[in-house]
């Protein structure tokens, strides 16, 4: 029989590691035998409407809300916003609501085949528009905080841009809005002369969830597909750290497809046209102006970012008309800023505190 990769791996590890590799291929074998890997386990929520293309989920407090305006999450397109509600002290959820701030989250429903031809202004202009919108009309006011994560961050940059009235503040974490100012090996793989996004789209139609989790695990593949595995032996003597390991896994491995056109728009307007910050992006014929965006604006990034360069992010400053904006960093990678341990004891307090200080106060 042919060696398995994990054999090369047993071969190359001593007693300690390989003992730690065989238990993690009785995992992958007999999932059974272990709890199961928790997908949004945190907070408790409710299903206040949903569509084909979205579900708005009202996150349940302990408390009365502090602040009249909500707090919108808008998520990736690409992986599933459970991220941002882990057990275990790691849900950027808890520590929201723990401020007394009344959340609300966009949860995109994975389109189908027969949704290949949905465009980005589709799901800006048209889903989100509707989603604030109700979020605006069920807690009976007239703006809300719109907090976007990665693409989720450039999308609600574009949704502020057009519809800056409805936004109080744009919360951001590592959205990518300066193509050309980001040098790092996801930008360089999506340029045109490496990557034909028209002919990848005219054959799969949708982009699959699984073409990009590839794509992520390849900028770092020893790390991804060698040195975590070797490491779980730290994590076995502790239940809630392979919880933790566990709930990590489910999710980077949960990707879900995106539409192709609006795939199409992402990659050619944005990745190799530039055109948000060169004010050539246009949505529904309507220009985008990142000079509209006057609200205040928070901006988290990581330090150790390789998915989204901080540069990349700290270029909005120059394109918007905002009075106030404040940048904040972690010692962290990308989605280290929503689940490190460093975070939720560094970042989050000040950027729950942040958002606090520019909502207004129910009295």
């Known amino acids: 029989m042919k060696p398995t ?26 999932p059974r035998v272990v709890r199961p890997m928790p997908r949004s386990a945190a907070t408790s929520h409710e299903v206040v409407y949903e569509n084909n293309v979205f579900r708005l989920l009202h996150y349940e407090a302990k408390s009365p809300r502090r602040y009249a305006e909500p707090v919108l999450v808008c998520f990736a397109l690409v992986n599933r916003p459970y991220v941002l509600d882990l057990p275990n002290g790691r849900s950027v959820i808890e520590r929201l609501l723990e401020r007394g701030l009344d959340v609300w989250l966009i949860d995109w429903v994975a389109p189908t085949d027969a949704d290949h031809s949905r465009r980005l202004a ?23 905080n719109l907090l976007g994560y990665c693409m989720g961050g450039t999308m609600a940059t574009l949704y502020t841009a057009l519809y800056q009235e409805q936004v109080r503040n744009l919360i951001l974490m590592a959205p990518p809005i300066d193509f050309q100012s980001d040098d790092g090996l996801l930008n360089r793989w999506a340029q045109e002369e490496y990557f034909d996004v028209d002919s990848f ?97 928070l901006l988290l990034t990581a330090d150790r970012d390789h998915l989204v360069s901080p540069r990349s992010s700290k270029a909005l400053q120059q394109h918007v008309s905002s009075e106030e904006f404040e940048s904040l960093s972690i010692d962290a990678g990308h ?29």
């Open 122 to 144: 589709d799901y800006v202009c048209d889903a989100m528009r509707e989603a604030v919108d109700l979020t605006l009309q069920r807690t009976a006011t007239p703006q809300l």
């Open 201 to 297: 789209v005219d054959v799969y139609g949708n982009c699959p969830g699984w073409f990009l989790q590839s794509c992520f695990q390849l900028m770092k593949p020893v790390q991804n597909y060698i040195e975590k595995y070797l490491n779980l032996q730290n994590r076995m003597e502790s239940d809630a750290s392979l919880e933790n390991f566990l709930a990590m896994e489910r999710w980077a491995n949960d990707s879900i497809p995106i539409a192709g056109e609006t795939f199409r728009d992402f990659v050619k307007l944005l990745y190799q046209q530039n055109q948000l910050v060169e004010g050539k992006l246009e949505l529904h014929g309507t220009p985008v102006r990142l000079d509209s965006i006057h609200c205040p604006v």
């Open 5 to 30: 990769f994990l054999d090369a791996l047993l071969g190359m590890q001593g007693d300690t590691e390989r003992q730690s590799l065989q238990m993690w291929e009785h995992l992958l074998q007999f």
């Open 335 to 363: 989605i280290g800023l929503a689940v490190s341990t460093r975070s939720h004891q560094e970042l989050w307090p000040q950027a729950s505190e942040w958002i606090a200080a520019h909502s207004t106060e129910v009295t």
